[in-house]
């Protein structure tokens, strides 16, 4: 039905011969202009390392591979333009285009700039960052802090998140009325009772006796004052406020964002709606965050009883309490306070009392008693000195100091700490106050550890110290000459790798060994 076309050997490409249909057609000459291939590089590289080709490895090409070369085959050129003779005239486009070419090259070529290095002065590098940051000011950062307290406190507190829980947290912290009423660890657990009250109009009467309330927006102003009470006030300045007993301080002060109005403690023999603690807002849609004191008590019982518990526990841990009954070991609980020790904190000073009783909870600490010994000067003279000799350790479970309280007696020994010791500790001025069946029981189960140390024992523990610090001192000078005559550089070259036990044969157990 079409003419085939037949190409002979010789001829260029655009002179064929047709069939004998095609051969009557008129049929014209065109100008014998060449045709300009170019290659398309990064194709032609992805071509050759498809997966699959013919490689010396590989005898053969897979049916996959030879189907996506030939298929992607076209993209091996780039697409070459075929003028055949002038246009009779130039579309909008083409002339749009020659516009864009022309403006284009009328524009003056910029001229290379050499970059600018890098300065490496800390001067100059630090002046640019402060150029670039924007410190807020402090009313930006409490409008941001009061605009986030708002947005959290909105949900519900069975919704909220402990992350959110945690930023409450953190800017409750900054509030200085907050921190008044609330210690840290209280807080911590309150936030997850928060609850935003919204007073929709100005005029409106905000109650406080029955909870602690934090202005977040808004204005509002107190009926009396002092409009908050702690837990140690006096409960004398606090009465019921008329119309007739306002005073001009109570008028002239105003609550702001930031303030807080109510209590924690609840007044005895006075209503929830009382007046008392109370204020009115001036301002519409005025927000308080809530802390209700039932939630306040409650939280407060359950740390009293988490920290009863760490100490009973702490007093079964030590082996003078192991005969004691629980309902005594729990009235002595009551007594102790926590006391974190630094690492190197001298304790107690031989010779002299103690200053509390102490119950190692966490860390260990040395024990040391004073002996005389022979000093060896520079010049090579010798004296006699008082040199401190470490006898023992005491650890987690074991206790200090019971007896030289009780007794009145002065301690036997130094006790410094060798670590960060956490411990349950018993002042003096508490003693009185311990039942005096616990103290008798106290000092019959108490004895001290190190009484039975005596001065020979002391002297043959610093005899072998001081063998031992010499023998130490001995083998670092040799190892360290050594390694300087044979050039070894630990941490670098071949002495850069640390090998393991496993690495060296001579270390490994016998049943390992033959393993290998």
Not at 124 to 139: D, L, N, Y
Not at 325 to 344: C, G, H, T, Y
Not at 347 to 361: A, L
Request: with cysteine; charged share 25%.
């Amino acid at each position: 039905m079409f003419p085939r076309l037949e190409r002979k050997r010789g001829r260029p490409q655009h002179l064929c011969v047709w069939t004998t249909r095609g051969q009557l057609d008129t049929r014209h000459r065109l100008a014998n202009r060449p045709i300009s291939c170019e290659i398309n590089y990064s194709n032609l590289e992805w071509l050759i390392n498809i997966g699959g080709l013919r490689r010396p490895e590989r005898p053969q090409t897979t049916p996959e591979a030879h189907g996506l070369f030939m298929e992607n085959y076209g993209t091996l050129f780039h697409k070459a333009t075929q003028n055949y003779g002038p246009k009779s005239a130039v579309t909008n486009k083409s002339r749009y285009k020659l516009e864009i070419h022309l403006d284009i090259l009328a524009k003056p070529k910029k001229r290379f700039t050499p970059k600018e290095e890098k300065s490496h002065d800390i001067r100059v590098v630090t002046a640019g960052i402060h150029r670039k940051q924007e410190i807020p000011s402090m009313e930006q950062q409490n409008e941001e802090m009061i605009t986030t307290l708002s947005r959290i406190a909105r949900i519900p507190p069975y919704r909220r998140k402990n992350k959110d829980n945690t930023i409450l947290y953190k800017m409750l912290l900054r509030i200085p009325e907050v921190t008044k009423h609330l210690k840290p660890k209280q807080l911590q657990l309150m936030v997850n009772t928060l609850t935003l009250d919204v007073v929709p109009e100005a005029g409106m009467t905000v109650f406080g006796n029955s909870s602690l309330l934090l202005l977040i927006k808004g204005y509002a102003r107190p009926f009396s004052l002092p409009c908050t009470r702690a837990d140690d006030d006096d409960l004398s300045g606090f009465h019921t406020p008329s119309s007739t007993t306002r005073t001009e301080l109570t008028i002239n002060y105003r609550l702001e964002p930031g303030n807080v109005v109510g209590t924690l403690h609840p007044l005895q023999g006075k209503l929830i709606n009382s007046r008392v603690l109370s204020a009115t807002t001036e301002t519409n849609n005025c927000e308080f965050i809530r802390m209700s004191a039932r939630d306040f008590h409650r939280i407060e019982r359950q740390i009293n009883h988490r920290e009863i518990s760490s100490k009973v526990q702490l007093l079964q841990t030590c082996p003078q309490f192991n005969m004691w009954p629980q309902l005594s070991i729990n009235r002595f609980a009551e007594s102790i306070k926590w006391k974190v020790l630094e690492p190197d904190t001298i304790v107690t000073t031989e010779g002299q009392q103690s200053p509390y009783i102490g119950y190692i909870k966490t860390g260990s600490c040395h024990v040391l008693r004073k002996v005389l010994a022979m000093h060896k000067l520079k010049n090579g003279q010798r004296e006699q000195r008082e040199k401190q000799v470490i006898i023992g350790t005491i650890a987690a479970g074991q206790s200090f100091g019971e007896l030289s309280l009780l007794l009145g007696q002065p301690i036997s020994c130094t006790i410094v700490t060798a670590n960060r010791v956490e411990c349950g500790t018993i002042e003096p001025e508490s003693l009185p106050l311990i039942d005096p069946v616990l103290l008798a029981m106290l000092r019959h189960s108490s004895h001290s550890e190190f009484a039975n140390v005596t001065p020979q024992d002391v002297n043959d523990l610093y005899a072998t110290q001081e063998e031992q610090r010499e023998w130490e001192q001995t083998k670092h000078k040799v190892v360290h000459e050594t390694m300087g005559y044979c050039g070894i550089t630990p941490g670098q070259g071949k002495w850069a790798n640390q090998p393991g036990v496993d690495d060296i044969p001579d270390l490994r157990d016998p049943i390992s060994r033959e393993k290998a």
